[in-house]
DNA sequence: TAGTTTGTTCAGTCAAGACTGAACAAACTA
DNA sequence: TAGTTTGTTCAGTCTTGACTGAACAAACTA
């Protein structure tokens, strides 16, 4: 019953887009992440336009930009024009790494405001302080998750990974 | 020089609304809980619309949504008719909690993609495993963060906070 | 040479949802 | 009673940015 293997298919791949636009990405991303995460591929571009039933120009937009992220990579295959996308290694914690990205930037903010912040207002900075402190915890936690999978996913020899990071 | 300060105030409240709207958070919310960082309030609902230079339709229903999300606390002062908001406790682990709640959604849709899925298609399989793994450790890893919070900013009693959860 | 194929870019359209103003109900005051 | 004040809700506007179609450059083919 290959239909209600479809219907799965393209229901997870809806969703992957749903998913993915809650993370700040654009729905077609998702898409074409998780046509990818359904079959291995490699896709060329013109494949994915069809099979997603969208635009070149909007899947040469969003392979760009998966591809800038790492969470996909672009390939030739020998005597043939088209370019091929596939997944990359670890794409999902490449993704997070965005993450990480936006929270160091939000760091830098509060930082800086507490720099400018006159004396006077030591409650303020005492709740800088700890919203600050809370973005170092999660930023801490995202590249324990970070490393543990690059551990496990790549090397072969499997180094430490016991789930915390050697205290400071 | 309360010039810079103001500045600086009035930056750090515009960021925080662009924060928290990365979050997925309608940017006025992001506002309020930057007003809020820097001034300890209350704020009556007609205060923070003048404040913000927003209508009070807006203040009124961003609001309702910190509060339902448990980041801010609505209370009332006696023998006053108007409604005053405050940062309630770990406002911050708060919306983490929701973070939480969307991937357990995606993992929903993961595992009944999985079911679906007939035999032949095993590296699909394989590939949906491994988003899995990944949602799970990230969960794992911020229900860390959120116990430690509790733990730390609470709990007088400081009961464990060793980083990890105990395993299952 | 002219004609394809492939990927990119850009101006324009469209949709989602944030925000507003106005109308409203409830609780008060004079 | 009529008139305020306060918070909510809803229809409508407006902004943001995703997506498209068309034009284009580069690399090929005949």
Same mark, same amino acid.
């Given at each position: 019953?290959?239909?209600?293997?479809?219907?799965?298919?393209?229901?997870?791949?809806?969703?992957?887009?749903?998913?993915?636009?809650?993370?700040?990405?654009?729905?077609?991303?998702?898409?074409?992440?998780?046509?990818?995460?359904?079959?291995?591929? $490699?896709?060329?571009?013109?494949?994915?336009? %069809? #099979? /997603?039933?969208?635009?070149? &120009?909007?899947?040469?937009?969003? @392979?760009?930009?998966?591809?800038?992220?790492?969470?996909?990579?672009?390939?030739?295959?020998?005597?043939?024009?088209?370019?091929?996308?596939?997944?990359?290694?670890?794409?999902?914690?490449?993704?997070?790494?965005?993450?990480?990205?936006?929270?160091?930037?939000?760091?830098?903010?509060?930082?800086?405001?507490?720099?400018?912040? $006159?004396?006077?207002?030591?409650?303020?900075? %005492? #709740? /800088?302080?700890?919203?600050? &402190?809370?973005?170092?915890?999660? @930023?801490?936690?995202?590249?324990?998750?970070?490393?543990?999978?690059?551990?496990?996913?790549?090397?072969?020899?499997?180094?430490?990974?016991?789930?915390?990071?050697?205290?400071?």
């Amino acid at each position: 019953m290959p239909d209600t293997a479809d219907k799965a298919i393209s229901e997870f791949v809806e969703q992957m887009g749903l998913i993915i636009q809650s993370e700040g990405l654009p729905r077609i991303a998702g898409h074409i992440v998780g046509l990818m995460i359904m079959h291995e591929g $490699p896709f060329s571009l013109t494949q994915l336009a %069809e #099979r /997603l039933s969208v635009s070149r &120009a909007s899947i040469s937009t969003n @392979t760009r930009l998966l591809e800038d992220l790492g969470v996909i990579v672009r390939h030739a295959k020998p005597g043939d024009r088209q370019d091929y996308f596939r997944l990359g290694q670890q794409p999902y914690a490449r993704i997070l790494r965005g993450v990480v990205r936006r929270m160091r930037r939000a760091r830098d903010v509060i930082e800086s405001t507490r720099d400018a912040l $006159p004396e006077g207002m030591a409650d303020a900075q %005492e #709740r /800088l302080q700890e919203l600050d &402190a809370f973005y170092e915890a999660l @930023t801490e936690s995202f590249l324990n998750v970070i490393d543990a999978w690059d551990a496990e996913t790549q090397g072969s020899t499997k180094q430490k990974r016991d789930g915390v990071r050697p205290s400071p």
